[in-house]
C-alpha cells in the first residue's frame, strides 16, 4: 500500500510570474480551493506557506521569476511545492536574530508544517511544505488558531513559554513580547508588499470578534 501513499487524491496547480502583486493572489486561489475541498481549518496556515514561498524565489531568484505553484490533497497531508528555475538558490532554515525584519520565512514553514524539503531536478527546484489537520479541540476552530499560534511562536523564541502548563506572570509577559514581534514581522511585511496596515488590523479584529461571538452563540 506504500506505493500509492504519494499519489494526489485531489491536485490544484497553476503557473505565473513570482512578483510581489501576485503573491495576495495566490493566496486567494489557495483558500478558494481549500474551501471547495473543505479543508478550511488549514487555510490560514496554507496561505501563510503559499506567501513564503513565493516571496523567498522574489528575494533569491528574482524578480519576474516563471514558477508553478501546485497543492494536492495526499491521504490526510496537504502539499504545497513551489517550481522555480533555479537550482542553485536554495531555501534554508536560519535563525534570525530578535531585531531581523527578515529571514524567518523558512522558520514559519518550519514552524507551520508538519514537514518540508527541497527535490532538485535538471531544470530547476521544488520546494515543498506538508501540512496536516490540526485535531478538533473543545474550541472548535477557536482551538485550532490557539495552536497554530503557538507553533510560530515557538519559532521565535522559547516553545516552552506557549505551553497551556506555563502561567507565570514572567512567562505570560515574555509571551506577550513574542507575540508583539511577530504582529510587527507581520505588518513590516504587509506594508512591504502595499498593503494598508492599518485596515488590516481593523479587518483582523473585526474576524477574532467575529469568531468570538460563534463559539460563545454555540455553547
Known sequence: ?????????????????????????????????????????????????????????????????????????RGARLRIELRDPDARALPTLVEASDDAEGGRGMALIDALAERWGID??????????????TPATPDGHAGVRVTRAAKVLSSYGDGELFSTSRCSRLGAMAAEATAIDVIADLLHW????????????????????????AIRVSR
Open 120 to 133: 532538485l531536478h535538471d531544470n530547476g527546484k521544488v520546494t515543498w511544505c506538508e501540512l496536516v489537520a
Open 190 to 213: 504587509l506594508q512591504a508588499h502595499g498593503h494598508d496596515t492599518d485596515e488590516i488590523l481593523d479587518r483582523a479584529q473585526t474576524h477574532f470578534e467575529a469568531e468570538l461571538d
Open 1 to 73: 500500500m506504500d506505493e500509492f501513499a504519494n499519489i494526489p487524491l485531489t491536485s490544484w496547480g497553476i503557473p505565473f510570474l513570482a512578483e510581489p502583486k501576485e503573491v495576495s493572489v495566490l493566496r486567494g486561489l489557495t483558500r478558494t480551493r481549500l474551501s471547495d475541498w473543505g479543508l478550511q481549518e488549514l487555510s490560514d496556515s496554507a496561505q501563510l506557506c503559499v506567501s513564503e514561498l513565493v516571496s523567498n524565489v522574489i528575494t533569491h531568484v528574482g524578480c519576474g521569476t516563471p514558477a508553478n505553484l501546485t497543492v494536492s490533497l
